[in-house]
């Protein structure tokens, strides 16, 4: 039976009509943990001592359900000196600012201590070292930004007024430092250490290796005038990866972070060969991983991170973005670099997506379990329209929830943005079932369970840029009670902020009708709304809360001797591999779990020497990992 929608605030009533749109909803299938961290933002807090974030800030991004923080400042990290809270602004002369990520961190464990937030080390092998050789750009132009802005002018630079490049470059031994690679990591020491500030390890486990090192030689042309090679570049990557690891076992290192769509194919202008076979830079970087990986034994990957900023700014091109990344039908008109993928170039590869490809490049060589995750910490949109800016960030949170991807931290954040975070992170459940739209390309739904199954939530997507439309939802493998349930719609934003709390917002509630597992919805143009069920029975299989860190299986008995067990409660078998790494993150045992989940696996560890272990246990859902200590 086809219920008609009426939203009871707006006032409005719909008369039946046929439907464009059929979602078909099956709760039993396609079942995945949705990670919190989609739910992320560059730069929210002040790094500036003596300059706090303010409480409103703080209050806002609690209101809105700000779950993950990159907050290493993307090119300015990669001159940063943690040791004298210092750093070289490339994009401002080169100049040395006050920047303090204790200071950050701090304010974040203090106010916000469910929030996990990511920093980065440093591998250009330079860092800011004084303040006092400076471009006076106040006396030049009283600060103003000007197309010269980017001249190397730090270190007695002469300014050139006329283009952007310097008459004079300025001296870069004059304001930076050596910075090798156990520099760089003791910052960790200096956090989690025995004499170090004493901040929380599990709140801060997210470290990028570095920023966008492909164009150092564009970004940070002081230091590096040459771009240097890959090869030279994997092996600072993995000299930083490995102290690392061995000073925090528990971290999760991000990389490589490549600028844009072109670098995800090409590094400079080399070709990368291995053994005469030629990959494009995001293929081989992997390779290079997990050949180094294999020989060490050494975790040197946790999340395959990229950036994107897409240069199309018409309204129907912005919406349609979303596409580029698991969608194999989508002809992407900004596949440039795609076009070089196998070393020549060709016009006709225009079907980008590119997490599809890195998920395919990671299983073939790191093998199958491998629990590497996804992410695009840095993003932008350029459409000034606050409802497309909404629904193209509503399609891409519904994208990455219903694939599996870590992280997502758009850098451009413009209006609509928090109402859409807000809604999904406050009414979004943790689990990711199957969803498919007869009109996918126009109208998405995306859903979600909670833990329990026994709540749901349907997020549908609009992109029609003018019209309405008239969508029937058919749910199965949940079984939804008959009755009313609340609607939450967000659509014709006006040009200013309107979010202001989780009760003080944009979001226009009504209510649906369901009856016998199915509703009709009539959806305005350029909207998203979520609709939250109640179930009364339940054929979605159960799953538990999704695992984090230490705890989240059981390994016994802990302390172990000379044999060690653990199990990890599941209703479905999951293919899994274990492996144990020492203290120093080597790892010294691995094995297959087959169907995890439905009996306990033993191993040996008569060979271990005494001291701290970590069990970890990936698979095509999660990894997770839990201390194992053996007393002998």
């Known amino acids: 039976m086809k219920i008609i929608l009426s939203f009871w605030l707006v006032a409005v009533s719909f008369v039946a009509f046929a439907q464009d749109v059929v979602i078909e909803v099956d709760a039993s299938k396609g079942q995945r943990q949705v990670s919190p961290y989609i739910y ?15 409480a409103a800030e703080i209050a806002l991004y609690k209101e809105a359900g700000l779950r993950f923080a990159r907050e290493n400042t993307g090119n300015n990290a990669t001159k940063y000196n943690w040791r004298l809270k210092i750093s070289s602004h490339p994009d401002w002369y080169n100049n040395v600012y006050d920047h303090d990520w204790d200071f950050a961190a701090q304010t974040i464990e203090k106010n916000m201590p469910d929030l996990q937030a990511m920093w980065a080390f440093q591998l250009i092998g330079k ?36 283009g952007e490049k310097a008459l004079t470059n300025g001296d870069p031994n004059l304001y930076l430092v050596d910075w090798p690679a156990d520099s760089t990591t003791e910052i960790l020491m200096h956090w989690f250490g025995n004499d170090g500030i004493g901040l929380n390890p599990d709140q801060f486990r997210y470290w990028s290796m570095d920023n966008e090192p492909e164009i150092w030689n564009g970004t940070h ?49 080399e070709s990368l060969r291995i053994g005469g076979t030629y990959y494009c830079w995001l293929e081989y970087f992997i390779k290079r991983v997990a050949d180094e990986q294999k020989a060490s034994g050494i975790r040197l990957l946790d999340v395959l991170d990229i950036h994107w900023y897409p240069s199309e700014s ?41 997490f599809k490809r890195i998920n395919t490049w990671l299983d073939k060589h790191f093998g199958e379990g491998h629990g590497i995750s996804l992410a695009l910490s840095e993003s932008g949109i350029n459409s000034s329209n606050p409802n497309v800016n909404s629904v193209l960030y509503a399609s891409m949170l519904g994208t990455f929830a219903s ?40 109208v998405s739904g995306y859903t979600t369970i909670n833990n329990g199954a026994d709540s749901m939530t349907v997020i549908l997507v609009n992109r029609d840029l003018t ?39 944009a979001l226009k509630a009504g209510q649906v009708n369901v009856t016998g597992n199915s509703f009709t919805v009539s959806l305005p143009s350029l909207s998203t709304t979520a609709i939250i069920l109640k179930g009364k029975g339940v054929s ?29 409660v599941s209703d479905e078998p999951l293919n899994s591999v274990i492996s144990i790494s020492n203290n120093a993150g080597r790892i010294v045992d691995a094995f297959k779990w087959e169907k995890a989940g439905t009996e306990p696996f033993s191993f040996s560890t008569v060979n271990y020497q005494r001291g701290v272990y970590f069990v970890k246990v990936s698979n095509e859902k999660f990894s997770t990992v839990s201390k194992l200590m053996i007393c002998k």
């Open 127 to 162: 860092v800011a070292g004084s303040k006092r050789y400076n471009f006076n750009d106040w006396s030049y132009n009283s600060s103003q930004y000007w197309s010269g802005c980017s001249q190397n002018l730090a270190g007695g630079g002469v300014v050139n007024p006329n």
């Open 314 to 354: 018409k309204d129907a091109d912005v919406l349609q973005l979303h596409r580029i990344f698991f969608d194999e039908t989508y002809a992407y008109p900004g596949a440039n670099g795609l076009k070089s993928l196998t070393g020549g170039w060709t016009n006709n590869a225009s079907k980008e997506y590119i």
């Open 40 to 54: 992320g933002r560059n730069n929210n807090f002040s790094n500036v001592f003596g300059t706090p974030t303010s």
């Open 403 to 442: 694939n599996g991807v870590e992280i997502f931290t758009p850098w451009t954040w413009k209006t609509g943005m928090w109402e859409t975070l807000h809604l999904f992170s406050r009414y979004a459940k943790n689990v990711s079932v199957n969803t498919t739209s007869s009109l996918e390309n126009m």
């Open 540 to 568: 979605a299989k159960r799953y538990n809360k999704i695992p984090s860190g230490e705890g989240s299986f059981i390994v016994y008995p802990n302390p172990a001797n000379t044999q060690a067990s653990l199990n990890f």
């Open 221 to 269: 042309d002081d230091v590096m005038p040459s771009q240097i090679s890959a090869n030279e570049f994997m092996n600072r990557y993995f000299e930083v990866a490995k102290l690392a690891r061995a000073k925090f076992p528990n971290i999760k290192l991000t990389g490589p972070v490549p600028a844009n769509e072109w670098q995800w194919y090409k590094y400079a202008n």
């Open 467 to 505: 019209s309405a439309k008239q969508v029937q939802v058919v749910v199965e493998g949940f079984t939804v009670s008959d009755g009313t349930f609340q609607a939450l719609t967000i659509d014709d934003l006006p040009a200013g902020e309107t979010f202001k709390s989780h009760t003080t917002n």
